[in-house]
């Protein structure tokens, strides 16, 4: 079946600091793939997305490329913020008979300490 | 930001009662979901809907029923409440008019439920 695999936190860091949050998954096929955030007391935001195999997607520093060989789409920031702390999701799209269905991973909470 | 309302944002009720949360959209997306929010289990899909009356099963369905009598709102019902059922629901829409298959979702700000 379809699953997703986050590596546990909480992530620590310094401001400043390189981020990288693993998340591999279990699919039938090329799903598209998703990374969502939650800040304190918020719903989720997409962060971003990638459709196929080899795209990057990117928003407000953050990065992630699609790698089927790896079955893989690890997020990574090159200098994180205090205001990046919160709940960061990776996700697949599954394909139902009508809409799509996304299957989550765990969650890991990054806390970033100035 | 899509239009999304829920409520009500905080419930406390008691186990054995019926609970009935709203999901309100102002964006005529199609499709509509109801997640809850669990540590360690991410979200779950508990259902959705595809058009107004169409309704279908998530993964974790048993004790809870849903309605869409028309297409900006989706309820939630908890027929009978459990301490099980304690937990965060997210509602999500996707699929807006000029773009049907489109398979972004965009969350409300959630409810937080708590049955004692």
């Known amino acids: 079946g379809n699953s997703v695999t986050q590596m546990e936190g909480p992530v620590t860091l310094s401001e400043e600091a390189f981020l990288t949050i693993n998340c591999t998954y279990t699919?039938?096929?090329?799903?598209?793939l998703f990374w969502y955030v939650q800040y304190p007391g918020e719903g989720l935001q997409l962060l971003l997305k990638?459709?196929?195999?080899?795209d990057k997607g990117s928003n407000k520093g953050f990065e992630a490329t699609y790698r089927k060989e790896t079955t893989s789409f690890h997020l990574e920031k090159g200098s994180v913020q205090v205001s990046d702390s919160a709940v960061y999701f990776c996700?697949?799209?599954?394909?139902?008979?009508?809409?799509?269905?996304?299957?989550f991973g765990a969650g890991t909470i990054l806390r970033v300490k100035s | 930001d899509a239009g999304i309302t829920q409520s009500p944002r905080h419930k406390v009720t008691e186990t054995g009662t019926p609970v009935t949360l709203r999901c309100h959209q102002t964006?005529?997306?199609?499709?509509m979901y109801w997640y809850r929010q669990d540590p360690g289990h991410g979200l779950r899909l508990i259902h959705y809907?595809?058009?107004?009356?169409?309704?279908d099963k998530g993964e974790v369905s048993d004790g809870y029923s849903v309605s869409r009598s028309k297409t900006e709102d989706f309820l939630l019902t908890l027929e009978s409440a459990t301490s099980s059922q304690t937990s965060v629901y997210f509602c999500?829409?996707?699929?807006?008019?000029?773009?049907?298959?489109?398979?972004?979702?965009?969350f409300g700000p959630g409810t937080r439920l708590l049955v004692l």
């Open positions: 996700a697949l799209i599954r394909i139902m008979e009508y809409g799509n269905k996304l299957v």
């Open positions: 809907s595809y058009g107004v009356k169409d309704t």
């Open positions: 964006e005529n997306h199609r499709y």
């Open positions: 990638a459709t196929k195999a080899d």
């Open positions: 999500a829409i996707s699929g807006p008019p000029d773009r049907p298959l489109q398979e972004t979702q965009y």
């Open positions: 699919a039938t096929g090329y799903p598209s």
